[in-house]
């Protein structure tokens, strides 16, 4: 992580080549009304097109939208009070898919945007979300001077964030980034200081709402649980986003058992390279009764509670 850092003003967003249509044809509307004889008191009063599009969280309610993003991870939680938090932001072949996926769902503000760990198919197209939207906060681990990527897309992460005249928040677990409107947010890794595998350096979140909770857990592999298990953390979760794509390297079956899932959630791509998810999670899941939620059978998965019960629902993809 860059460290004193100057940061500049902040830009003024990119407006979208559809906005910029929509007032061009706006104003032809009028200028015809006119000529017509029609006042502004004549017609029809309405949102935008991001603002009508977009459906709101129904009252004293909090969703959770795992995108399906590839072999890759995002996800963003819209809160009860309106606000929104992104963790990750997948790929960079992803992202313009992204912002308007945000747009669509109403999230041009995000008040946190939280970057797991400096890996590219969790920040890859984090630039482009921090220049197109509108990001009060970002959150990143603290990567040891050694293991500190020197990749152009940490690079343009870093930029991004310095021209938009943001700072960068560390995560210290047992913190709290979100605590409002009965929706709290803790960071519960990572607690050690040096790994030696960036996926180790993952920021862990549980959000808890009512009587139900969520573990997002970046791709934290086992030496980062038994850390968190050491610590005697609270890891139960209604949700469980499974760490590294449901890699063999991570849920393993103490950290499992000590989660309790009712429901876990694998974003990774279609027949990928690296055969997530591995055949060994999928069967501890089975065994433990775990309902599994894949990104790349399923695509886009939602999940929604009034803090008494989750309801999930998926996106189905074309021939599956």
Request: charged share 20%; glycine share 10%.
């Amino acid at each position: 992580m860059a460290k004193g850092r100057r940061y500049a003003p902040r830009r003024r967003k990119k407006q979208p080549l559809w906005i910029s249509a929509v007032v061009l044809l706006a104003a032809a509307v009028l200028a015809g009304a006119r000529q017509l004889g029609f006042s502004w008191e004549d017609l029809p009063v309405g949102g935008s097109p991001a603002s009508s599009a977009a459906q709101a969280v129904p009252e004293g309610t909090l969703e959770v939208v795992y995108f399906d993003v590839g072999q890759a991870d995002s996800e963003l939680i819209r809160l009860p009070g309106g606000q929104n938090i992104l963790i990750d932001a997948g790929t960079s072949a992803t992202q313009d898919e992204l912002v308007e996926e945000l747009r669509s769902l109403g999230a041009e503000t995000l008040d946190l945007v939280v970057a797991t760990h400096p890996h590219a198919d969790h920040i890859g197209g984090m630039a482009e979300v921090i220049e197109q939207l509108d990001v009060r906060k970002v959150v990143m681990p603290r990567v040891a001077e050694s293991e500190t990527p020197t990749t152009k897309t940490y690079e343009n992460l870093l930029q991004s964030i310095a021209d938009e005249g943001l700072s960068i928040t560390p995560a210290e677990p047992g913190t709290e980034l979100w605590n409002e409107n009965g929706a709290v947010l803790t960071v519960l890794g990572p607690n050690g200081s040096e790994y030696g595998n960036l996926n180790n350096y993952s920021v862990v979140l549980r959000l808890t709402f009512g009587e139900d909770s969520f573990l997002f857990t970046g791709d934290a592999e086992t030496e980062c649980e038994e850390e968190m298990l050491a610590k005697g953390y609270d890891l139960s979760a209604t949700v469980l986003k499974c760490g590294h794509h449901g890699s063999e390297t991570s849920t393993s079956q103490a950290f499992l058992d000590a989660v309790s899932p009712q429901y876990a959630v694998i974003s990774c791509g279609v027949d990928n390279d690296y055969g997530h998810p591995d055949a060994v999670t999928l069967d501890k899941l089975s065994t433990a009764g775990v309902e599994v939620f894949r990104t790349d059978l399923q695509g886009t998965i939602t999940a929604v509670t009034s803090g008494s019960g989750v309801t999930i629902t998926a996106q189905g993809k074309q021939g599956t």
